[in-house]
């Protein structure tokens, strides 16, 4: 087998290996109590908080749930995950199998992004069918749902890397940096009308780019050039991977 | 099949395993043996990819665990000591998954996955969650998901410890089994009963270091001052002094009326025990010349800290 063969096939060995990460943790963790409270319930109640008692219109509403849900959602899988089989004592064979680190984080990002989109659908598809809310530009729309996803769900493997034992430490850390990001999006309050420290934090927080997205979608006008949404997100992405990687390797390698 | 070269592991301050060298054959049963923190399972991990060794190096079937990792793991099976089985996947699924992982084909995974279910008797509970199983039966799924990849090399760490004596045969026959069909073991075992009757060669390892690699049978003939000769007494037993005094004796045990005595020479000492009770009117029992046991050895080894 030349190089070249040798190096496609370790490849498409190490992607069935993601695949297969990924639909383990569909059906270990996708029902889990803490996915369920921090991604489906803490969307719902948020909206609660944000729309009840407030005359806001549709088109205005819709986006922004939409975005927060696939926020949560897709960030909630990960930072369980790994924390959750070194408790249960599963980490290690999974590591010692054939399937590189880099594997096991993609089917991670892989399967927290399925469950983002297939959530953030719910709001969507709901807003569609009961308000007067139409989509403008689907590719924005898509392109914000996706690469939202694919940040977010790389935001939450990210923040599994610290080697704890005990999921409840890592649920209590991604509370603590998903919610303050969620605060400088520009969900509750345009990043327009938002003040100027709130503005300057605002390109910090992948959400900002993505909820811009989600809005430029639904029609509304956008705060950031649109070129720049999908950067940022593709580079959000590229950056969380790459860190949680990094992070579980240099775990690995202590024995944590 | 495996070779370690000058493998170690530092924790902080700790060197858990200190420039350790062995290899191991191609179809053997090899046995690690050792106190609880020798570095038995520090030396597994570092072999399956776990963690990183802090020097040395190792390789398995020819790749290197460190730069062709992938490729050193893709034929291992593993029975991590402190593993669990998916507890809220099904027997069936967790065999399944893993075979997955391993990169097994989907009819060859079934087929295997069926076959490894008849053979731990886990048929009938194919469709039950791994919580519901008892602690033998998760040990039985363990294994079934270490060789659903049909591996050429098989890591197995405590594999009986504190089993039901059922599921602990079961296991080891299904080892030496493989084994004759070519399957390549690494044990690790507290169990010196297991090692005896499974290994093929052994190492003790004691503070991290290789205190002896052998057969059991060389090992054993290294411990030959733990060969012995048990006496027992009808009546009036000598005193202990009066069997110290025999030449070639080591070392007298005494528990009631039975005596060991420990001696290189044990068919001799058994001779001159006969000879005194002749002369002095001493009427023996019960009489044998004992060979050490792998426990013996291996207590002799850990004890002298690797130095026979």
Known sequence: MSTAESGSALLSQQARGAVTVAKKNALI??????????????????????????????????????????????????????????????????????????????????????????????????????????????TSLVCGIVLGALAFSSLGVLLAAPPVHGPSYIMMLSNLVRLPLLFVSGIFVPIAEMPAWARWLAPISPLSYCADCIRRGFGETGYFPFWLNPLMLVLFSALFSWAACRFHIRSRAHGL | MIRVRGLTRHYGELVAVDHIDFEVHRGEIFGFLGPNGAGKTTTIRMLTGVIDPTE????????????????????????????????????????????????????????????????????????????????????????????IGDPDLLFLDEPTSGLDVASARL???????????????????????????????????????????????????????????????????PPAAELEAIPDVTAVKRDASRYVLYSEQPGQVAQQIATLATERGYDIAAISTRKPSLEDVYLFLTESNGSP
């Not at chain 1, 219109?57 to 927060?68: G, H």
């Not at chain 2, 169990?191 to 290994?199: D, T």
Request: net charge positive; aromatic share 8%; proline share 4%.
């Open chain 1, 29 to 138: 963790y996708y029902f889990k109590p803490p996915v369920l409270i921090f991604g489906v319930l803490f969307p719902v109640f948020f909206f609660l908080a944000f729309s009840l008692g407030r005359s806001m219109p549709a088109d205005r509403i819709v986006p922004a749930m939409v975005a927060m849900a696939l926020w949560f959602t897709a960030s909630a899988v990960g930072p369980l995950v790994t924390p959750w089989e070194r408790t249960s004592r599963t980490y290690e064979r999974l590591i010692s199998t054939p399937i590189a680190i880099q594997a096991i984080v993609a089917g991670d990002v892989l399967s927290g992004f399925a469950f983002g989109i297939s959530f953030s659908l719910v709001p969507l598809l709901l807003g569609l069918a009961f308000t007067d809310t139409a989509v403008a530009s689907a």
């Open chain 2, 56 to 147: 040395g190096s190792a390789s398995i079937d020819g790749h290197d665990i460190r730069t062709k990792a992938i490729a050193a793991r893709r034929h291992l099976g593993i029975l991590p000591e402190d593993a669990n089985v998916y507890v809220d996947l099904t027997v069936w699924q967790n065999v399944m998954l893993m075979g997955e992982l391993l990169g097994a084909g989907r009819r060859e995974r079934r087929l295997r996955g069926e076959e490894l279910l008849e053979t731990f008797g886990l048929q009938d509970r194919r469709a039950q969650k791994g919580r519901a199983l008892s602690k033998g039966l998760r040990q039985r799924l363990m294994v079934c998901m270490a060789l």
């Open chain 2, 171 to 237: 296991i080891r026959q299904i080892v030496a089994e493989r084994n004759r069909r070519g399957l390549t073991v690494f044990l690790t075992t507290h169990n010196m009963g297991e090692a005896e009757e499974l290994c093929d060669r052994v190492a003790i390892i004691d503070h991290g270091k290789i205190a002896a690699i052998d057969t059991t049978e060389g090992l054993m003939r290294v411990a030959r001052s733990r060969q012995s000769v048990d006496v027992e007494f009808a009546g009036e037993s």
